[in-house]
């Protein structure tokens, strides 16, 4: 196999090839685990987010990627409870005990800059950014 990179062309071997497609899949999945959820990058893009510990459906919502649940975030207003995720969802329909989750998600995921202000009913707020801005970014599988 020959890889084409901007300092040159590499061969590689079939062993070293699939070495490396290896390393890059174990680069771009897995997961993290948060106080009370967890996020999953999986090998095909797509991002779910689960009750920490849980092993069945009903406790986790799958994005198709981590863009998506982002999109999520930045259509939420500056302060917003479960029923604000729901309705930010729109067509992408998200159960009530989903949308408390990912309430959860935001204030624990380092990638979104909010935190939880109340739990009766949970409620998170949008927190400024170094740049006075609120937003989020793509964060690495890793995160």
């Not at 409870?81 to 729901?86: E, R």
């Not at 995921?109 to 909010?114: Q, R």
């Amino acid at each position: 196999m020959v890889l084409s990179l901007p300092d040159g062309e590499h061969r590689l071997s079939r062993e070293a090839a699939t070495a490396l497609r290896d390393d890059l899949t174990a680069a771009l999945t897995g997961c993290r685990e948060f106080v009370r959820t967890a996020g999953e990058h999986r090998p095909d893009g797509s991002y779910v987010v689960s009750r920490r510990g849980a092993d069945s459906a009903g406790n986790a919502k799958q994005f198709r990627d981590f863009r998506t649940i982002t999109a999520l975030y930045e259509r939420l207003p500056e302060q917003f409870d479960a029923s604000a995720v729901g309705v930010a969802a729109g067509d992408d329909a998200v159960s009530g005990s989903r949308r408390h989750l990912l309430v959860r998600h935001f204030a624990e995921h380092p990638a979104f800059d909010c935190e939880l202000v109340a739990e009766q009913p949970l409620t998170a707020e949008k927190t400024p950014s170094d740049d006075g801005q609120t937003r989020a970014t793509v964060a690495a599988p890793t995160d």
